[in-house]
């Protein structure tokens, strides 16, 4: 499972010309999910995302976590992070996960924010979206569940 969080002022995602999520202050985060990926990585990868310390505190040092500052989060699954780039010029998805595998998992991460925190939007898993962000730093964080569990 791979996250890509971005700390961002404000962050937005639209689907047909159609809001689904827009968030402020907070996270927005790319999901990749694998076929190997289970629950139990999920747990790890959440509570590791929603324990992050990347805020700044009265002393400037990045040292708040989400809801230490009331922040939202924006959660876009995201299958390119899976890309194997290593032949030719055109990426192969082969290591994504399969749609209903990553999708299940997907509603279990949102399921898992949503107890945590109080601001949790979404994208549309599978849609062609666009999403919008002032990334706040800029301040991005690779998390592969390969190199943290």
Known sequence: MRYVIQRV???SCTVD????????KGFLVFIGVSDTDTKEIADKMTKKL????I????NGKTNLSLKDVNGSL???SQFTLYADCKKGNRPSFTKAGKPDHANELYEYMID???NEISNVQTGIFGADMKIQLLNDGPF???LDSDEIM
């Open 9 to 11: 002022t404000n962050a």
């Open 17 to 24: 010309g159609r809001v689904t999520g827009e968030i402020e």
């Open 50 to 53: 929603l324990g992050m310390r």
């Open 55 to 58: 805020f700044e505190d009265e």
């Open 74 to 76: 924006l959660l876009i």
């Open 112 to 114: 898992l924010c949503k």
């Open 140 to 142: 991005t964080i690779l």
